[in-house]
């Protein structure tokens, strides 16, 4: 070994990685019997109306509470799904779990609209695009109903036949949201190519919003005001204070999501 100081923090560095890609490792190896039982579940976050304080949709966010590991957080788990090739079949137990929840949430908060997640391995996927549209008009009404998240890096090369899948999703009655912008290469013509009807300002825009900040505030100015000339709506996400939501309305966002008004919340709870 060496003695330089250096060096050590690399070997210590490697080492951790090294812990760290065995533990994903052997959590990914649960993910097939995971998917057979209940430990994957869907968790809902309303997103009101920031003038009336009425709920107008929610998404639902997947969960994994592994029996031995404890909960595992999506932020390790999706990465995980997705290099390991079951991305697709978390998403149709993911949606069959929805559909299911549905009936009982329509009948507590009316027709509200529902978001999910798609990953864009998914999103690249010709063959399970098809089987996502079967499966969800076989179980689910989801005309005008169902809106899908997607995020807007989307790799360049895959960008036409993502464009041509998402076409398809529309055509079969789901809405497009666009998820997180402002953290990838955003734009205009993006928001258009992609078919979006909604887009969702990421959580880092919202966190420090507060009068002094014009940066933030500039953004959200101008996102606003491009859907009101280009036709869509404005989500914004991480609302965690009543002053950001204030200040939200003020420049013209009329829809958010956050902890200020609810956590994600397993249905019981959530109705
Ligand atoms: P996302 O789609 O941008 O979801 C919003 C995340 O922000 C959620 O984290 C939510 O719990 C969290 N959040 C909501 N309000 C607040 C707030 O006021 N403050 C803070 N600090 N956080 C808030 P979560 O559930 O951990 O999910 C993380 C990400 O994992 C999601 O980001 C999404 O990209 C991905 N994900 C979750 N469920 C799914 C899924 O079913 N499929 C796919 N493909 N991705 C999913
Ligand atoms: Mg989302
Ligand atoms: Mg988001
Ligand atoms: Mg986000």
Same mark, same amino acid.
């Given at each position: 070994q060496s003695q330089d100081e250096g060096r050590n923090r690399v070997v210590e560095f490697t080492y951790s990685d090294l812990r760290r890609a065995q533990a994903d490792q052997l959590l %990914?190896?649960? @993910?097939?019997?995971? #998917?057979?039982? !209940?430990? *994957?579940?869907? %968790?809902?976050?309303?997103q009101l109306?920031? !003038?009336?304080? /009425?709920v107008v949709g929610f998404e639902a966010l997947a969960r994994w509470d592994h029996p031995e590991h404890g909960t595992v957080s999506p932020g390790r788990f999706i990465p995980l799904c997705e290099n390991s090739g079951y991305i697709n079949a978390l998403t149709l137990n993911l949606l069959e779990q929805i559909c299911n929840d549905l009936p009982d949430i329509w009948e507590r908060y009316g /027709? @509200? =609209?529902v978001s999910m997640n798609l990953?864009? *391995?998914?999103?690249?996927d010709r063959e399970f695009i098809q089987a996502f549209i079967d499966t969800a008009t076989a179980i689910c009404d989801v005309k005008? =109903?169902?809106?899908? !998240?997607?995020?807007e890096n989307l790799s360049i090369d895959g960008y036409e036949s993502a464009a041509k899948n998402l076409a398809a999703l529309r055509e %079969?009655? *789901? /809405? @497009?949201?666009?998820?997180d912008f402002g953290t990838g290469y955003s734009s205009l013509s993006y928001i258009r190519r992609l078919g979006a009807s909604v887009v969702k300002i990421d959580r880092e825009f919202v966190m420090n919003l507060n009068q002094s900040n014009h940066d933030d505030l500039a953004i959200i100015r101008s996102v606003v005001s491009l859907g009101k000339q280009f036709g869509f709506d404005v989500i914004a996400e991480g609302v965690e204070y009543a002053n950001q939501a %204030? @200040? #939200?309305? !003020?420049?013209?966002v009329t829809i958010g999501q956050g902890y200020l008004f609810s956590k994600p919340l397993k249905i019981d709870h959530f109705l």
């Amino acid at each position: 070994q060496s003695q330089d100081e250096g060096r050590n923090r690399v070997v210590e560095f490697t080492y951790s990685d090294l812990r760290r890609a065995q533990a994903d490792q052997l959590l %990914a190896g649960h @993910i097939p019997t995971a #998917l057979q039982g !209940e430990e *994957f579940y869907v %968790a809902y976050q309303p997103q009101l109306n920031l !003038e009336t304080q /009425d709920v107008v949709g929610f998404e639902a966010l997947a969960r994994w509470d592994h029996p031995e590991h404890g909960t595992v957080s999506p932020g390790r788990f999706i990465p995980l799904c997705e290099n390991s090739g079951y991305i697709n079949a978390l998403t149709l137990n993911l949606l069959e779990q929805i559909c299911n929840d549905l009936p009982d949430i329509w009948e507590r908060y009316g /027709d @509200i =609209k529902v978001s999910m997640n798609l990953s864009p *391995f998914s999103l690249l996927d010709r063959e399970f695009i098809q089987a996502f549209i079967d499966t969800a008009t076989a179980i689910c009404d989801v005309k005008g =109903k169902v809106s899908l !998240e997607v995020v807007e890096n989307l790799s360049i090369d895959g960008y036409e036949s993502a464009a041509k899948n998402l076409a398809a999703l529309r055509e %079969a009655g *789901f /809405d @497009i949201i666009l998820d997180d912008f402002g953290t990838g290469y955003s734009s205009l013509s993006y928001i258009r190519r992609l078919g979006a009807s909604v887009v969702k300002i990421d959580r880092e825009f919202v966190m420090n919003l507060n009068q002094s900040n014009h940066d933030d505030l500039a953004i959200i100015r101008s996102v606003v005001s491009l859907g009101k000339q280009f036709g869509f709506d404005v989500i914004a996400e991480g609302v965690e204070y009543a002053n950001q939501a %204030a @200040i #939200l309305l !003020e420049e013209g966002v009329t829809i958010g999501q956050g902890y200020l008004f609810s956590k994600p919340l397993k249905i019981d709870h959530f109705l």
